[in-house]
C-alpha cells in the first residue's frame, strides 16, 4: 500500500499526497458538484448493466442501487461534506457510497473511466438546460405575443440607422422578436437532437474488455443511442460549445430588445413605461426609474459570449482523447447557462409588465417625414412618374416642410403644387401614418391584417 496520503481513488503508484497547490488546481469539486444528480443517475444506469450482464452479483448491484439513493439524498438535503482532496463529483460520490456499502461499491466502476464518466454528466446537464432554454424562449414569445395583439395596429415609427424610417406597427415590432426567439428555439431543438447521444462505456479512451451494454445504459439516460467511437465519445465537447453558441445568438438577440427598452423608457422616447417591478430608483436623483433590468440583460451577454470563446479556446489545440484541460469546461457553461435563464426571464418579466404607450408611439411615427416614401410611391401610381423622379420631387416636398417647420400632411396643396403642378388633394389619403401602415399588406410586412395573421399562427403553434 502507499502512503496514507495518497489519494484513496488513484493512489496506489504514490507514495506521496498532493501539494496543497496541485490540490487546489486540480480541485473541481468546487463547481461540479452540480453534477451530482447527473453522476448518480449515470451510476445507477451503469450498475443495473453490470448485473444485467453478470459482471456484478444482483445483491451487489442492489447495494450500489440503494447506496446511491442514500448518496443521492445527502447531497440534496445539504448533509453531504464534499471533499476537495477527492477532486471531483465523481470521486466524492464513489467514496462515500464506499462508505454507505462498503466493498461492493469498489466493483461499480468495473468497465468505466472516469472520462465517460464525466462526459455522460456533463451531456445529462446540458440537455437539462437546453430542455430549461425551451421553456425560458416560449414563455418570452408568449409574453411578446400578448403585447403584439394589445398593439397589433398602433403606430410607432420604425428606424433604419436609428433614424426615423416608415411607420410600423407596434405589433409588427413584436413580433419580429418572436421570429427571432422561434429560430433560437428551433436551434435549441437541434442542438438536442444532435447531442443526445451517450458517452458511457466509452471508457478511458479505448472502450473496454468487459461485455457491457451500452445501448441499455443509454436508454436508461434517456439518450438516443450509444456514441459509435469512444475516442470521440470522451473528447470533445462540440455538444457544450453548440449549446454556448445557441445561447449566444440567443443573448445577443435578448440584448439588442434590452437596448431598444433602454432608450424606448428613457425621457425623450417615452415609447414605454417599464413597471416598478422591474425598474430601479436613483439614490440621489428622485425623479429616477431606471431600466435597470435591461442593462443588466446587455451587459451580462458578454459573459455569454465570453464562454463560448473561452472554450473554444480551451478545446482548439487539445489532441485526441481526454486532457485535464477539458474540466474547464463547467464553469463557463455553468455561468452562461445561469445567466442565459435569468436574462429571459427577466425579459419575460419585463415584456408582461410593460406598457405601451399609445399615444408618444402615434405621435412620434407622424414625425421626420415618415410617410415620404408613401408619397414617393403616390406619385408613381397616381401620376404615372418613374421612381426615381418620384423621389426627387418627394425630397423637395421634405426640403419645403423643413424650412416651413413642419410635416408633410401640414403643407397645403398649393405648396405641394408649387414643387408638381399635377398633385391633387388625393396625395394627403396617404401621409397619414395609418393609412401608410395599413397599405403595406405584402406578405411580412406591418399591415395590421397581416401583422394579426402573424400573431394567430404564432398562438396556435405555441398553445
Ligand atoms: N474532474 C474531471 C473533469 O472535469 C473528471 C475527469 C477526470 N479524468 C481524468 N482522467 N483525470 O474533466
Known sequence: MSDKSSNQMWGGRFAAGPDAIMEAINASIGFDKRMASQDIAGSR???????????????????????????????????????????????????????????????????????????????????????????????????????????ADWV????THLQTA????????????????????????????????SPLGAAALAGTS??????????????????????????????????????????????????ELVIWSSAQFRFVTLSDRFSTGSSIMPQKKNPDAAELIRAKVGRIFGANVALMMVMKGLPLAYSKDMQED???????ADNWMLALAAMEGMVKDMTGNRANLEAAASAGFSTATDLADWLVRTLGLPFRDAHHVTGSLVALAEQKGCDLPDLSLEDMQSVHAAITADVFDVLGVHNSVASRTSFGGTAPVRVREQIALWKEVLG
Open 45 to 151: 444506469a451503469h450498475a443495473a448493466m453490470l448485473a444485467a450482464q453478470g459482471i456484478v452479483t444482483p445483491s451487489d448491484a442492489e447495494a450500489m442501487r440503494e447506496g446511491l439513493l442514500t448518496v443521492l439524498s445527502e447531497i440534496e438535503t445539504g448533509e453531504f461534506a464534499f471533499s476537495t482532496a477527492l477532486e471531483d463529483i465523481h470521486m466524492n460520490v464513489e467514496a462515500r457510497l464506499k462508505e454507505v456499502i462498503g466493498e461492493p461499491a469498489g466493483r461499480l466502476h468495473t468497465g468505466r473511466s472516469r472520462n465517460d464518466q464525466v462526459a455522460t454528466d456533463f451531456r445529462l446537464w446540458v440537455r437539462d438546460q437546453l430542455d430549461a432554454a425551451v421553456s425560458g424562449l416560449e414563455a418570452l414569445m408568449r409574453a411578446l405575443l400578448a403585447q403584439a395583439e394589445a398593439g
Open 156 to 159: 410607432m415609427p420604425g428606424f
Open 166 to 197: 416608415q411607420p410600423v406597427t407596434w405589433g409588427h415590432h413584436m413580433m419580429a422578436y418572436v421570429e427571432m426567439f422561434a429560430r433560437d428555439l428551433s436551434r435549441v431543438r437541434d442542438a438536442r437532437e444532435r447531442m443526445n447521444e
Open 210 to 259: 468487459f461485455p457491457i451494454d451500452r445501448e441499455m445504459t443509454a436508454e436508461a439516460l434517456g439518450f438516443d443511442r450509444p456514441m459509435a467511437n469512444s475516442l470521440d465519445a470522451v473528447s470533445d465537447r462540440d455538444f457544450a460549445l453548440e449549446f454556448l453558441s445557441v445561447a449566444s445568438i440567443s443573448a445577443m438577440h435578448l440584448s439588442r430588445f434590452a437596448e
Open 330 to 336: 463547467k464553469e463557463q457553461v455553468f455561468d452562461a
